[in-house]
């Protein structure tokens, strides 16, 4: 097994992915899903269950035909707190070509936000995608992104 050029350890590989599981899991507050549950308690992770506050549909749609369809999020406990961000790209077809996390230490939540689109725009571009869709569940990050009022500290990045 390589990494990044470099030889690993299945032992040393499902260390970090259960280590990284634990970090992110520590950030939500409970698990509604009883598969999710089951699957952090199998990898000795506490999941508190909750009530889902109510069901409503969602529909996924696919992107064209040489577009990657990049769904962004980023977490916060707290507002300036222990930050996450995630990403996931998808094909024309709805199969996935990269998933992508990474824990950002102590920020807002808007910021883990912003780091989570532009880092997923840099993992779809790095892997040769260059007509990508971007959505994120947050509306005022979307629209400062839209109208070019991201934050300072971003836009060299952006």
């Known amino acids: 097994m390589f990494y ?77 707190g222990l930050a996450a961000v995630g990403s996931v790209g998808r094909n024309s077809n709805g199969a996935f070509d990269f998933v992508y996390s990474r824990n950002l230490g102590v920020t807002t939540s808007y910021v883990a936000e912003c780091v989570a689109i532009l880092e997923g725009i840099e993992v779809a571009v790095n892997k040769g995608h260059y007509s990508v869709w971007v959505e994120s569940y947050s509306k005022a990050v979307v629209v400062d992104f839209n109208t070019d009022k991201i934050p300072w500290q971003l836009k060299e990045k952006w």
């Not at 032992?11 to 009883?34: E, G, M, Y």
């Open 4 to 80: 990044e050029g470099a030889a690993r350890s299945l032992t040393l590989c499902k260390v970090f992915v259960i280590k990284q599981i634990l970090i992110t899991a520590a950030l939500f507050k409970s698990f509604s899903n009883p598969q999710d549950r089951d699957v952090l308690r199998n990898l000795g992770v506490d999941a508190i269950m909750r009530k889902a506050l109510r069901i409503q549909s969602c529909f996924w749609n696919l992107p064209c035909v040489g577009t990657i369809k990049v769904n962004t999020d980023g977490v916060t406990k707290g507002n300036l």
